[in-house]
């Protein structure tokens, strides 16, 4: 179609490999000026962005939501340099959903922008422990706000195959 838009969603891809190369303040700008432009039902904007840069914290994270899940898994940020976090007041219906289209929304501005990113469930492992109420402080999680999902940001050093589209999953009613 030569449309750049649907070229974008098209090619890319979650990244789970990336150089230890900050993101420059410019490029993280953009991912949060796109992200905020993002529609909310009724224009709520019911989300707070967290940013980490400081793989300390990013490695307590990490380390807590494995405890938490009992599992040995690898690095649940796949070495990104840069997480963001999305906290919503659970009070507010659409949360989920307006943090959900707000990290595509960075997902495809980062693609856009030729940095590689990872959307993520697994880190609401660590918001769900004993450490819970630490890790929304020092997020800075507006108080009430829990987390909703993050994502994990960076320069990519690998790829993979796009997945098979499977038309059967495509129901036409009426």
């Known amino acids: 179609m030569g449309n750049p838009v649907l070229s974008a969603i098209s090619d890319r891809r979650s990244i789970r490999a990336y150089e230890q190369t900050q993101l420059t303040k ?5 991912l949060l000026k796109a992200a905020q432009e993002s529609p909310s039902a009724r224009n709520a904007q019911p989300w707070r962005f967290s940013v980490v840069q400081n793989p300390d914290i990013l490695a307590e994270i990490n380390g807590e939501a494995k405890k938490n899940l009992g ?9 990104a340099p840069t997480a963001i976090f999305l906290s919503g007041d659970p009070e507010w219906i659409w949360s989920a959903v307006d943090c959900g289209i707000a990290v595509q929304t960075i997902a495809l501005a980062a693609h856009s922008i030729g940095l590689g990113s990872v959307i993520l469930g697994l880190p609401d492992a660590a918001f769900r422990g004993d450490k819970a109420e630490y890790f929304s402080k020092l997020l800075k999680f507006p ?19 796009a997945h098979p589209l499977e038309p059967d999953r495509v129901i036409h009613v009426g």
């Open 71 to 79: 599992a040995d898994l690898m690095d649940i940020f796949y070495g």
């Open 143 to 161: 108080d009430k706000f829990k987390f909703i999902i993050a994502i994990a940001v960076g320069v990519p050093t690998a790829t993979k195959e």
């Open 26 to 30: 410019e490029q993280l700008d953009t």
